[in-house]
C-alpha cells in the first residue's frame, strides 16, 4: 500500500514539475527552464504516451532521485535532486548569457561584455524624482513594480530592451 502511494506521488510530482512551465504559458512568456519532454515519455514513439508510459516514466524519476534504493525519497534525497535540477537550468543559462553577450566568441564574458548596454536609461527609470540620485526609497519602489510585473506574469529576466514593454511605466528619456 505504501509503495503504490509513494509511486502515485512520485507520478503527481513528475507530473506538475513537467507541466507547470506549460501552464504557465499561457500566463505570460515561454519559460527558459525545462519543459516536458513528451519524446522522452511517449517510450514507443506513436505520438500517443499512455498511462503505463507515464508510470514507468514517473517511476524511473523516482528511482533516479531514489539514491540508495530504499523505495523511499528521504528529505536528503529530496534536496539533492532539487539541487542537482536547480544546477542543470543554471548551466543552461549561463550557457545562453555566454552565447548571448561573448561579442569575440572566445568563450567567456569580459567585464565589457557585462556591462550594462545603457546604464543612463535604467538610472533615469529609477530616478523617479529625477535629482541625479537613487534613493533608498526610489530602489524600494522600483523592487516592488517588478515584483508587481512580475507577480502577474510580466517579462521578469528578459533583458531585451528595444521590445514594446506594454506594461509599467515606459522608460523615461534621460538628458547628458
Not at 502511494?5 to 507547470?20: K, V, W
Not at 523617479?128 to 526610489?138: F, H, V, W
Not at 515606459?170 to 538628458?175: E, L
Request: proline content about 4%.
Amino acid at each position: 500500500m505504501k509503495r503504490a502511494f509513494a509511486l502515485t506521488g512520485a507520478m503527481i510530482l513528475a507530473l506538475t514539475a513537467n507541466a507547470l512551465p506549460a501552464v504557465a504559458q499561457d500566463a505570460g512568456p515561454a519559460p527558459k527552464g525545462p519543459r516536458f519532454d513528451f519524446a522522452q515519455v511517449d517510450t514507443d514513439g506513436d505520438g500517443k504516451i499512455t498511462p503505463e508510459e507515464l508510470q514507468a516514466h514517473s517511476a524511473a524519476r523516482f528511482a533516479q532521485a531514489d539514491t540508495d534504493g530504499d523505495g523511499t525519497l528521504s528529505v536528503e534525497e529530496m534536496v539533492a535532486r532539487m539541487e542537482a535540477r536547480q544546477a542543470e537550468r543554471l548551466q543552461r543559462g549561463a550557457e545562453r548569457m555566454i552565447e548571448r553577450m561573448d561579442k569575440n566568441d572566445d568563450g567567456v564574458l569580459s567585464a565589457d561584455e557585462m556591462a550594462p548596454r545603457d546604464e543612463g536609461r535604467m538610472f533615469a527609470r529609477l530616478d523617479a524624482n529625477e535629482d541625479g540620485a537613487i534613493s533608498q526609497e526610489e530602489m524600494e519602489k522600483a523592487r516592488d513594480r517588478f515584483e508587481e510585473r512580475r507577480e502577474k506574469g510580466g517579462r521578469h529576466g528578459d533583458h531585451d530592451r528595444d521590445h514594446d514593454r506594454g506594461h509599467g511605466k515606459p522608460w523615461k528619456k534621460h538628458n547628458d
